[in-house]
């Protein structure tokens, strides 16, 4: 006599069932070694439980129901295989049942899982062609809207900073800065910022800000003038829109799929605009299409090789902050030089600003 584990459901026990023995023996069930008293006739086959896929075995006595479930594999393969006729007919058919609804319900969590990753695949996505996305997003951006989230940008990202546009200086960065970007679609602002930190910078739309401290540390308005026509072209190719749709983007998809919409991304972002890194490809970019717009200007671009060069020469503990993001490696140095071999001489006036006046008053 095989004996196995069950769970026995009864009027007067437990709802979830109380643990058991059964066995076969002589033609009937013994539970805990007492016999039901129920012939094999009157026992019935049903599947219950969570997923209709736990077999019962039931019979009905005079105080009501009764049933019993096998505990554990283990059990129901016992059951099975020590079932006498009829029952053992009665189980191979629920098995069978059992199966399939154990496979429907696999299906069933494959399915809801999928739902569930649903939004991390299309986060994934959407980091994985993020950069295409977003250059494709920032190349419809109208011009417009893009003035728009530029003046939003500009006033976050020069919130601490003391801004002028007046004085003999920012009139020399205003005047070179029109000569370099006639034509463009934008309407270009330009401003000095009382800041000696040398560095300069360009936000969407067509802001750009000059620090005192790069003026200070330029020898010639054609120095300057260098660093202004690259810094016009990351607004022109729309390097920082596209850069800014990219970061804005990826914050936006992920502060939906993790609920936190309330964050500042444009705010957090733009003040960081100074600091902004482009790849090696577009800062080439910038410099080749500077290069061409000094030309246009009718301005010598020696001055924009000499800057950076100088900078790059500089001694001191900390690098100027415009080097940091625009490297004065020797592959870029002797890159510009070749640039400007290739275009040949262009007729160029010297820039008619006292360069001294100019300084001083950037003090
Ligand atoms: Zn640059």
Redesign the pocket.
Known sequence: MTEFDILYFAPGLPSHGEKARAAFAEGTLLINGNRIGIPMSGIGVTLGGFNHDQLFLFWHQEEGRHAISPADANALAQLVATAPAPLAGLLQGARKDASRKQRRSRFGLGLLGLFLLLPLLLVGVLVWQSHAIAGWAAGHISIENERKLGELAFKQATAGLKLREGGVDAAAIQEIGARLTKGSKYAYKWYVAEDPAINAFAVPGGYVVVNTGLIQAADSAEEVAGVLA??VQ?IELRHTLKNMAHSLGLRVALSLFLGDVGSSALGDMAARLSELR?SREL?SE?DRLGLLALKRAGIAPLGMVSFFDKLGRQEGAAPPALLS??PASRERMQTLQAMIAEQGEWPAQPLPYDWNAVKTAAQ
Do not use: A, L, P
Request: overall charge negative; glycine content about 0%; cysteine-free.
């Open positions: 690259h810094e990351h482009f800062e910038s993001t625009h």
